[in-house]
């Protein structure tokens, strides 16, 4: 499965997603990397490389992953869950709006975010 996924692309599904207060972005060849954050203690970790077809996306609070989605050629799709981030749970592939879908419903679950 290819990954084709450009920085305009992630922004705009960042920028829908409503719930980041800044976000860092860096590109350099394949690799689109960077922060969105939610608040000073939880942000998250973006890396897409199109090169390796590898996609990460981590909830990080107070230093640490709680939750998050990857695909990698290793495992392909899989889910860090919440209460069990160190675990891999094999999910079918996710667009970037699912992606941040999914990271809404945890934020909610968390009280960390009201839709307005």
Excluded at 73 to 89: E, I, T, V
Aim: some cysteine.
């Amino acid at each position: 499965m290819a990954i084709n996924i450009s920085a305009q692309d992630l922004l705009q599904a960042i920028a829908e997603a409503g719930c980041f207060q800044q976000v860092t972005l860096h590109t350099e060849g394949p690799i689109i990397k960077g922060y969105g954050y939610i608040s000073a203690r939880l942000f998250v970790r973006f890396y897409v490389n199109q090169h390796t077809e590898t996609i990460a996306f981590a909830l990080i609070q107070n230093q640490e992953r709680i939750w998050g989605i990857d695909r990698d050629n290793r495992r392909g799709w899989h889910q860090h869950p919440l209460g069990a981030p160190d675990s891999h749970l094999a999910i079918e592939p996710l667009s970037l709006a699912e992606i941040m879908q999914e990271l809404l419903s945890i934020l909610r679950r968390l009280q960390m975010f009201e839709d307005k």
